[in-house]
């Protein structure tokens, strides 16, 4: 399609994913310095019958669409980009942090219905031993679950009167 600019001197990435639920596409422009991993995106909407909108800049890290609520998790990285907090963003550009990241994020992926999403952290503990902080969102932002692990593990949560079961990776140190 090529909406994203390539003026910028830099990297450029554009991505188009489909989300046949909302009929729309999500279009997400990734702009960075070359030869870097420091990539903020700059994402928009286009749905069936509507113009292109532009829904939310500064994006970093992957973006998970839930169809249902029809609501996007931006899992916002910090490994290499300094950010404070996933969002949860509605199509109306609307963003709301969640709770503050709580270490290093390792991993950020969809659960349970397709409509939860955990996002995995890795620390330094006592001794510089590394342990797992996890946390379960709703579609809605709400907080499911928080755990520590410091092995590998799993996680149990409910939605809807139906238990989910989600593994936990064993915790690694901190980039």
Known sequence: MGLCPTDSGGLVTEDHVAVPAWKAELITCGYGPAESEALESTLYVKEEALPLRRLA???????HPLPASRKLFSCQ???????TA???I???GTAQALLPHAGSLRACNRV?????????????????VPFSQVRIY???GALLVEQRFEHEGSVVFVVDGKPFTAEVLVPEMPD
């Open 57 to 63: 800049t500064g994006l970093t890290g992957t973006l």
């Open 112 to 128: 349970g219905t397709g409509e939860q999403v955990l996002v995995h952290y890795d620390e330094a503990g006592e001794n510089n």
């Open 138 to 140: 709703g579609a809605d």
């Open 90 to 92: 509605d199509l109306s």
């Open 86 to 88: 996933p969002l949860l």
């Open 77 to 83: 990285d910090n490994g290499v980009i300094s950010t």
